[in-house]
């Protein structure tokens, strides 16, 4: 069983940064892959950013150059920076981990096929 936690989310103004971190605890594995997902409410949980245990980054186009994704295998975390904070990136954002396979296999970007989240961080953007 693997837990997340999630810290880091709070009101910043746009234009703005933002870090957010991840925690895993549990039965860590180079096969697991750790991403980011958000969601307003009255919409679908989408995808933001995941890394695989090769480092492999994969970004949604609207915060490609703008948001960064990293992860500390020894430590078991993922972190989300995200710079250059637009009004639509607020949202709840989550942690999640899957296993994927292999350490350079390519996670899905379907919130439907991650198998373990965390509780959510409120992201809020001011104009």
């Known amino acids: 069983q693997v837990q997340l936690v999630e810290s880091g989310g709070g009101l910043v103004q746009a234009g703005g940064s933002l870090r957010l971190s991840c925690a895993a605890s549990?039965?860590?594995?180079?096969?697991?892959?750790m991403g980011w997902f958000r969601q307003i409410p009255g919409k679908e949980r989408e995808f933001v950013a995941a890394?695989?245990?090769?480092?492999?980054?994969y970004y949604r186009d609207s915060v490609r150059g703008r948001f960064t994704i990293s992860r500390d295998n020894a430590k078991n975390t993922v972190d989300l920076q995200m710079d250059n904070l637009k009004l639509e990136d607020a949202a709840v954002y989550y942690c999640?981990?899957?296993?994927?396979?292999?350490?350079?296999?390519?996670?899905?970007?379907?919130?439907?096929?991650?198998?373990?989240w965390g509780q959510g961080t409120q992201v809020t953007v001011s104009s």
């Open positions: 999640a981990l899957v296993r994927v396979g292999s350490m350079r296999a390519r996670p899905s970007r379907d919130p439907e096929s991650w198998r373990y």
């Open positions: 890394i695989n245990w090769a480092a492999v980054t």
């Open positions: 549990g039965r860590a594995s180079s096969a697991d892959a």
